[in-house]
């Protein structure tokens, strides 16, 4: 077919491509209309100018031209090769030959691949990122074919299951779902197949040690590839969370057990606002929990007036993270009844906040004993003085009485002394017949008799002792001899024989075998002082 050169100069300006027909020194020989388009002049103004000076804006060629590289060695040449504007160009050069076979030029073709090498580089770097994500994330990255194969997953599946990634390639997902979810596994994941939407799915996966673990499935895409229809998506294990959260709802249950069984009121305040009341706290102070819980509901309304200051103040105590000892205070419920308590308060962390939890201990009853108790130790004591008192007076009117009892027996002694027995002493030494001074005699022993209980309690005093007798008897009774005594007093043996005489003829003693010192020491130790 003979083809014109006007049909195949269209067919190269076509192309998208600049194309270039260069002599051995480079310099242009022909160029497409595109080329023209491209460098901003009519192809006529680039013939005869050199290739680097049209291009690289250089003196010299470059370095590495891949057109002088054609026809130096008479291959085809490829290069890419940057503009100073950033355009990157890919060139392909052709050596040109006559009919010797000699190489007389190069056509060069330069296509702009600025954008697929923009795309390029965007899709290594997503690529890296994925492979990245791919390789140190913790949650499982899997795609799954429609029928349950696993085609492909990372390797946090084998950090989560303990079998190695690729022992899950190529194996059907459903062996390793516990039973109990598996109905509910495969309804999530034939809606997703039909490209509904589905929440994340907690299924229980096996693992090599034998246990299960729990995943939280979440798919991602249906994707089409050699595999057929696939899956994406990522699996978490929260395990642990779902542990935690178990521990945390058997926490919270035995909690409010507790507290609601509690003879004590429990509340927990956050903020400000009461977030909890157990039912101890409805039964005595009156109110509903709704309205403890209500937003414009005041906790400072339960504080009696006199306490509204003092729990201000432990409260901004605990907002500064101080713990407090338990104190006493007093509420008003909401009938106005007053009730002494004693309140304990722990900082606590509710639902994620630093709170209050209060234990609310009622000691009305016991108040009111207390003051029961007051109330009687006061009237027991005024009684205890009432009756010291009367204690007083009875013991001074008994001292009284004594003194009376003693007065009456000093009085009757000295008058039988004074008045009866000197008549007797007269009586005797008159010549009386035999029967009168027997009668005489029984007389003065009964007598005697009388007065020996009374003399050994008075003093020698009252016996009508003189002072010199009352000396004599007192050293008699500390065991003194006769002679030990005359020197004593500074006087003779002989007047001390008279005093001892005289005083034992005072105590009734004369013509009798009584010892005068046993007799002396009868009598109590202030009657011979």
Same mark, same amino acid.
């Given at each position: ?43 006529e103004d680039l013939a005869g100018k050199f290739c680097y000076v049209l291009w690289c804006k250089k ?311 207390? &003051?029961? !108790?007051?109330?009687?130790?006061? /009237?027991?004591?005024? +009684?205890? $003085?009432?009756? =010291? *008192?009367?204690?007083?007076? #009875? ?21 039988? &002394?004074? !008045?009866?027995?000197?008549?007797? /002493?007269?009586?005797? +030494?008159? $010549?009386?017949? =035999? *029967?009168?001074?027997?009668? #005489? ?89």
């Open positions: 077919m003979n083809i014109s050169n006007d049909f195949k100069a269209h067919i190269l300006d076509s192309l998208g491509e600049m194309v270039f027909y260069l002599d051995r020194d480079l310099r242009v020989k022909w160029s497409s209309e595109y080329a023209g388009e491209i460098i901003g002049s009519p192809v003196p010299l060629s470059c370095t590495e031209c891949p057109s002088l590289k054609a026809m130096e060695t008479a291959q085809v040449q490829w290069d890419e090769v940057s503009n100073a504007d950033g355009k990157i160009w890919e060139i392909h050069s052709y050596p040109v030959c006559d009919d010797a076979g000699k190489v007389i030029g190069a056509t060069e073709f330069r296509k702009d691949i600025t954008e697929r090498k923009k795309s390029q580089k965007a899709l290594c770097e997503s690529e890296e990122r994925f492979n990245a994500i791919w390789e140190n994330i913790d949650d499982i990255i899997y795609f799954i074919s429609a029928d349950r194969t696993i085609v492909s997953v990372n390797p946090a599946c084998e950090k989560i299951t303990g079998w190695p990634t690729e022992y899950w390639i190529g194996r059907e997902m459903t062996p390793y779902i516990h039973p109990d979810d598996l109905p509910k596994a495969n309804k999530q994941f034939g809606r997703f197949l039909r490209g509904e939407h589905v929440e994340p799915t907690e299924v229980h996966i096996l693992t090599k040690s034998g246990e299960y673990r729990t995943i939280e499935f979440k798919p991602a895409a249906v994707i089409e590839n050699d595999h057929g229809r696939l899956i994406s998506g990522i699996g978490r294990d929260i395990t642990e969370r779902v542990v935690a959260a178990r521990a945390l709802r058997e926490s919270e249950e035995k909690f409010r057990n507790l507290t609601e069984q509690s003879p004590n009121m429990i509340f927990i305040n956050r903020g400000g606002k009461v977030v909890y009341a157990n039912r101890k706290c409805e039964e005595i102070m009156g109110y509903r929990r709704e309205e403890l819980f209500a937003d414009d509901f005041n906790f400072l309304d339960l504080i009696a007036p006199e306490y509204v200051d003092l729990i201000k103040r432990h409260y901004n105590r605990h907002l500064r993270g101080k713990e407090l000892e338990p104190y006493e205070y007093a509420l008003l419920t909401k009938a106005g009844k007053r009730i002494e308590a004693i309140l304990t308060t722990k900082l606590v962390n509710y639902e994620g906040e630093n709170s209050v939890l209060g234990i609310v201990t009622d000691i009305s009853e016991r108040k009111a004993a207390e &003051k029961l !108790l007051h109330d009687k130790e006061g /009237e027991i004591t005024q +009684k205890s $003085k009432s009756l =010291e *008192e009367m204690n007083i007076a #009875l013991r001074v009117l008994l001292e009284q009485r004594e003194r009376e009892k003693a007065d009456f027996k000093e009085n009757l002694f000295i008058n039988l &002394k004074k !008045l009866v027995f000197p008549y007797i /002493e007269k009586m005797e +030494k008159k $010549k009386l017949d =035999e *029967e009168t001074q027997t009668y #005489l005699k029984i007389i003065r022993s009964n007598l005697k008799d009388l007065m020996e209980p009374i003399s050994a309690s008075l003093s020698l005093k009252y016996i009508d002792f003189t002072p010199s007798e009352i000396q004599v008897a007192n050293l008699v009774n500390q065991g003194k001899t006769s002679k030990e005594i005359a020197s004593i007093i500074n006087v003779s043996a002989k007047t001390v024989s008279f005093h001892r005489a005289n005083i034992r003829k005072k105590l009734g003693l004369w013509n009798q075998k009584t010892n005068l010192r046993t007799f002396l020491q009868s009598f109590p130790e202030k009657s011979t002082s």
